[in-house]
């Protein structure tokens, strides 16, 4: 089994001098550590060169954006393009979060265009699907994840395929304290592993990352990583403190270790 993926996403939280010490608690706290797992710290935006300067460093982890701007460069006053992100060192970069979806209306076209140009410039995209409570109560939830996952990514080749991460994330279960079960994740993670199957054969569907990111903590975060087709996870709140991102990345490795 593939070494698991910790993603810490800070979201709008930290100011400067808390975003440093939870990255120096971090990085110190990493230190000894002999890591299977590969983890991913993404905070906001004024803080990743600061951030890519001590995974740089550490080591330990690595840095990634919450988004990038689906346009190359030009006149968007306000947007971040992927190839500013390559400069200061971003490795990984989220697109399509909920969040997003959300409140800056982005649509399957909008994230096509993001996860090209990341992919460009050489930065693995962690594309975000997932359902609403409504769609799940009324049993639209395979529905809603393989429209979101054809229409975004499915114009890949392969070979960029291999470069794309998929963190499945219940919008239910962001933020509000609920959490899909362990077989509801795992049901979940299974139908995408079967979709990139399907669109692109066994080895890469095999090798794909597909992390778990509806309040994934460090109480529940071993049991899911048990779950033969969760990855890892997107992790939110529980980023936010040392001690139980940490945690999180324990479980990963218990879980990689037993692997």
């Given at each position: 089994m593939k070494d698991k993926l910790v993603i810490g996403n800070w979201k709008m939280n930290k100011n400067f001098e808390e975003a440093e010490e939870l990255l120096e608690d971090i990085a110190e706290a990493l230190e000894d550590w002999v890591l299977r797992s590969t983890v991913v710290l993404c905070p906001p935006f004024p803080y990743l060169e600061m951030a890519t300067d001590y995974a740089d460093e550490s080591?330990?982890?690595?840095?990634?954006?919450?988004?990038?701007?689906?346009?190359e460069d030009g006149a968007y006053t306000g947007e971040v393009s992927?190839?500013?992100?390559h400069d200061v060192g971003v490795q990984f970069c989220i697109v399509g979060h909920s969040e997003r979806r959300k409140y800056f209306g982005e649509s399957s076209e909008n994230l096509s265009k993001k996860v090209n140009l990341l992919l460009e410039n050489d930065i693995i995209p962690v594309f975000c699907c997932g359902e609403l409570q409504n769609e799940r109560e009324h049993g639209k939830q395979f529905d809603v994840v393989s429209a979101q996952i054809k229409e975004a990514l499915f114009?890949?080749?392969?070979?960029?395929?291999?470069?794309?991460?998929?963190?499945?994330?219940?919008?239910?279960?962001?933020?509000?304290?609920?959490?899909?079960?362990?077989?509801?994740a795992e049901e979940m993670h299974a139908f995408i592993r079967t979709l990139a199957e399907k669109q692109y054969g066994t080895e890469i569907a095999y090798n794909l990352h597909i992390l778990y990111g509806g309040?994934?903590?460090?109480?529940?975060?071993?049991?899911?990583?048990?779950?033969?087709?969760?990855d890892g996870g997107l992790i939110g709140g529980a980023s936010l403190k040392a001690n139980d991102f940490l945690a999180i990345i324990e479980a990963a490795e218990t879980v990689g270790k037993e692997e």
């Open positions: 080591g330990h982890f690595a840095c990634g954006a919450q988004n990038c701007a689906e346009f992927a190839k500013m992100l114009h890949l080749t392969a070979e960029q395929f291999e470069h794309v991460v998929i963190a499945y994330e219940p919008v239910w279960a962001i933020g509000t304290g609920l959490t899909a079960s362990p077989k509801q309040s994934c903590n460090a109480q529940n975060a071993l049991e899911l990583f048990m779950q033969p087709n969760v």
